[in-house]
């Protein structure tokens, strides 16, 4: 699979080798050369092709995480590494390779459901760290490769420890993280081509009636959970969801408009933070959330 930026390929298929050599040199030079050739060996035994890659693998590119990937090191969760697959599926595009864009769109759109799916909590994710995945290259879909590989990787760095969260939640964190991501998700899955409203206020008014329907979802859900801070937000979000649907029913752009600053407003992700930490949830807000409700 090829690998590229954040939200792009990883992978291909190959084997790997190494020659390893201890030259005529003194005690501790022995010694050194010694410790390096078991580092060595222990990595080379580690090597897996990407194509074998699992849900839950720990790991460290060979190499940059951009371009083509053939092996990778499979580690330990408890060791430093950098990224970990968190999902996986498989291209159902007929027989014809679709093009490196069309399997980047669907990875795009599938792989931040997966992730979720083992991560449930994004804001509890190890800083630095964002979405990759391995997908077929136009070579491996001729020899059967259908499978995306999503990972979680750390930009610059490493991380220890399992992002596997998911089986640790209780019910009412789990129902309260699926509504939370679903109104975000409609939010950005559903951002419109165009930059203005008055370019295109059909497809903004389209968003607004998406994430509407997200956030009475996510209300209902919320009406099973107790406690002060969860009721707090449920008034917020009730209110945000009715400016939403005016937003989406909006007969001009100046409607449009008065609908959406509130709108937008009230699901500001830091107004969640004292439901979130009520619910025993993360309370730090991702610095691309923050950023764009800072203005």
Not at 48 to 61: A, E, I, K, T
Not at 213 to 230: C, F, P, R, S, Y
Request: proline share 5%; aromatic share 8%; charged share 25%.
């Amino acid at each position: 699979m090829p690998i590229r930026a954040p939200y792009r390929s990883l992978r291909g298929i190959s084997a790997v080798a190494a020659l390893l050599a201890i030259g005529a040199v003194g005690c501790s030079d022995v010694s050194d050369a010694v410790d390096s050739a078991k580092d060595g060996a222990k990595k080379v035994a580690r090597q897996r092709s990407v194509f074998s890659l699992d849900v839950g693998d720990c790991y460290n590119p060979n190499g940059k995480a951009e371009g083509t990937a053939y092996a990778v090191e499979i580690v330990p969760c408890d060791e430093a590494h950098e990224g970990q697959v968190v999902g996986e599926f498989a291209v159902d595009k007929g027989t014809e390779y679709p093009g490196d864009d069309e399997v980047s769109t669907i990875a795009d759109n599938r792989c931040p459901v997966e992730a979720q799916k083992y991560a449930p909590d994004t804001w509890a994710l190890p800083k630095g760290v964002v979405l990759f995945y391995y997908t077929p290259t136009k070579e491996s879909w001729a020899t059967g490769d259908r499978a995306v590989s999503c990972t979680y990787t750390a930009e610059k760095g490493t991380f220890s420890g399992s992002l596997d969260t998911a089986k640790s939640l209780e019910p009412e964190q789990t129902t309260y993280l699926e509504g939370s991501n679903a109104v975000y998700e409609a939010l950005w899955a559903n951002q419109p081509e165009k930059d203005t409203v008055e370019e295109d206020l059909a497809g903004y008014k389209a968003q607004a009636k998406a994430v509407a329907a997200a956030l009475d979802a996510h209300v209902k859900g919320l009406d099973g959970i107790e406690g002060t801070e969860v009721g707090k937000l449920r008034a917020t979000l009730t209110k945000a969801a009715g400016n939403w649907q005016k937003a989406a029913n909006a007969a001009d752009v100046d409607a449009f408009y008065v609908a959406y600053d509130p709108a937008f407003t009230d699901i500001d992700p830091n107004k969640s933070v004292a439901a979130r930490k009520e619910l025993g949830l993360a309370t730090t807000v991702p610095a691309d959330e923050a950023e764009v409700w800072a203005g």
